[in-house]
Nanobody, 123 residues
Framework: QVQLAESGGGLVQAGGSLRLSCVVS????????MGWFRQAPGKERDFVAS????????TLADSVKGRFTISRDSAQMTVYLQMNSLKPEDTAVYYC????????????????WGQGTQVTVSS
């Protein structure tokens, strides 16, 4: 069973940076799409970024383009989300997710989820 474990969240001032990590605990198909989502209090879970493991193809939400980068380390079985120029509106719980088929911005397509890590950006 695939398990995902996020880390790297915390409190940072606006303009600062954080790097989130997501360790994948089991063997996954190389066609899997790994994604990052976030959910602020009282709001829906929103797509942030995704990466297709086999091709390293990435997709970013418009709201984070130019500030966030998604990458993966196959040897470490880890997906990263590098977040720069953070804004207070980036404050949310960030979740790592995996979809063995299509991936995309719809969280309901993802089969595997981590527990989430809190990111708080102060103004």
């Amino acid at each position: 069973q695939v398990q995902l474990a996020e880390s790297g969240g915390g409190l940072v001032q606006a303009g600062g940076s954080l790097r989130l990590s997501c360790v994948v605990s089991a063997r996954i198909d190389s066609n899997v799409v790994m994604g990052w989502f976030r959910q602020a209090p009282g709001k829906e879970r929103d797509f942030v970024a995704s990466i297709r493991w086999r091709t390293n193809t990435t997709t970013l939400a418009d709201s984070v383009k130019g500030r966030f980068t998604i990458s993966r380390d196959s040897a470490q079985m880890t997906v990263y989300l590098q977040m720069n120029s953070l804004k207070p509106e980036d404050t949310a719980v960030y979740y790592c997710a995996g979809d063995p088929f299509r991936g995309g911005p719809d969280p309901t397509e993802y089969d595997y989820w981590g527990q989430g890590t809190q990111v708080t950006v102060s103004s």
